[in-house]
């Protein structure tokens, strides 16, 4: 007797929102303790660690989701699906990182605003 059972994997189930609050964790915690060395080394500003860390978090569980979705719809062979999922990735990066460098330079001039008024 032989066994014929193939092993067979099935992408098309993957949930999407885990690997989102995955790929963010993941990508924050990478991105903390690279930019915690460049603090260290004063190379950047708490500030900008702290930005960096936070934008580059949801960059990456954006794409890490998106790419599970594209993946997903591959697997059913709905390429249109999949390419939409690409697109907004690449759209919710790039977002990302243009809000996130306004807010920024927003919140830090705000400080600095407050810095020169308490030393008056």
Same mark, same amino acid.
């Given at each position: 007797?032989?066994?014929?059972?193939?092993?067979?994997?099935?992408?098309?189930?993957?949930?999407?929102?885990?690997?989102?609050?995955?790929?963010?964790?993941?990508?924050?915690?990478?991105?903390?303790?690279?930019?915690?060395?460049?603090?260290?080394?004063?190379?950047?500003?708490?500030?900008?660690?702290?930005?960096?860390?936070?934008?580059?978090?949801?960059?990456?569980?954006?794409?890490?989701?998106?790419?599970?979705?594209?993946?997903?719809?591959? *697997?059913?062979?709905?390429?249109?699906?999949?390419?939409? *999922?690409?697109?907004?990735?690449?759209?919710?990066?790039?977002?990302?990182?243009?809000?996130?460098?306004?807010?920024?330079?927003?919140?830090?001039?705000?400080?600095?605003?407050?810095?020169?008024?308490?030393?008056?």
């Amino acid at each position: 007797m032989t066994n014929n059972k193939q092993l067979v994997v099935d992408t098309t189930q993957r949930d999407v929102t885990s690997y989102l609050i995955s790929g963010t964790i993941f990508s924050a915690t990478f991105a903390g303790s690279m930019n915690y060395t460049k603090y260290k080394k004063d190379e950047i500003s708490k500030y900008e660690a702290i930005k960096e860390t936070a934008k580059l978090g949801v960059q990456g569980g954006i794409g890490t989701g998106c790419a599970v979705s594209a993946a997903n719809s591959i *697997a059913k062979k709905d390429y249109v699906s999949a390419l939409f *999922a690409i697109g907004l990735g690449a759209i919710g990066v790039y977002a990302t990182d243009k809000l996130y460098d306004k807010a920024y330079d927003k919140f830090t001039n705000k400080k600095e605003e407050k810095d020169d008024e308490s030393t008056k």
